[in-house]
């Protein structure tokens, strides 16, 4: 039997939690945080997303509030009992002169999974916004799974960035030739929104050209105040480093 859940997160400028609704696999929990931060780990309670699964997860961050969202470990898309594809959508809303950092562990597409993930993120005009985003196409020595991905991203309504990536024996012709993965197993990005890049960041702040970060990963100023790291990686542990060393670049703590 498949299974439908969906948690919400609520964090106010005074460091609470008006909200904090825990369903089904997805247990929220209150941790400690680093720095101005409220923190919120997401915990796996059970096996999910399985084959025809239906599971959804919104955070709204209120006007001047600052929520630092992770997780414990890797998430695994697993085939299910049912079969047919598993939905994982999750809803991002950060309010007037908020943060939201959104530091998830990685994606684990298995063997025989099909998942498609949806990420939508509306951006108040002076919100800041660290996201990122790992997919590890199967596990150890195993084929990946069928994944399909989205990242919407608007500000005060209007669209900065909107990708749809597909990956797997169900995706189009051509997702692992050398113009995509290149044969990569691990692959992610990283998305830094902030205001402040177009007044006072300078050179710590948004590039104002294309460059290289290693062997493994590029950073790519976006047309508005954002930019983008964008990484594929042999393996997990690579694909992490890539990706932290954009985020020191364009998003220090």
């Known amino acids: 039997m498949s299974l439908r859940a969906t948690a919400r997160i609520v964090a106010a400028p005074d460091g609470s939690l008006p909200v904090l609704r825990s369903d089904g696999p997805l247990a929220l929990r209150r941790t400690r945080a680093p720095g101005p931060y409220t ?57 007037a002169g908020a943060e939201l950092r959104w530091l998830p562990e990685q994606l684990v597409s298995a063997a025989g999974s099909e998942l498609a993930m ?21 596990r150890h020595g195993e084929r990946p799974g069928t ?21 797997g024996p169900g995706a189009s012709d051509g997702w692992d030739g050398p113009a995509v993965l290149g044969g990569h197993r691990a692959t992610g990005q990283l998305l830094v929104v902030d205001p402040h890049f177009t007044t006072e960041r300078g050179e710590a702040g948004k590039p104002s050209e294309s460059r290289l970060l290693g062997d ?36 220090p703590k």
């Open 118 to 138: 949806r990420t939508t993120v509306d951006l108040a005009a002076d919100a800041r916004l660290v996201l990122r985003e790992e997919q590890i196409l199967g």
């Open 216 to 251: 493994h990963a590029v950073l790519v100023p976006l047309a508005g105040p954002a930019a983008l790291v964008s990484a594929v990686a042999p393996d997990a542990l690579a694909l992490r480093r890539a990706l932290d060393e954009g985020l020191e670049l364009l998003a």
């Open 39 to 95: 923190r919120v780990t997401v915990v796996g309670a059970m096996s999910a997303p399985l084959g025809g699964d239906r599971l959804a997860l919104t955070a709204e961050v209120r006007d001047g509030a600052r929520l630092l969202v992770d997780s414990a470990a890797a998430t695994v898309a697993l085939p299910g009992p049912v079969g047919g594809p598993a939905t994982y959508d999750i809803a991002l809303t950060v309010g």
């Open 147 to 167: 994944l399909a991905t989205r990242l919407t991203v608007r500000i005060a309504g209007r669209p900065l960035f909107d990708q749809e990536l597909g990956y």
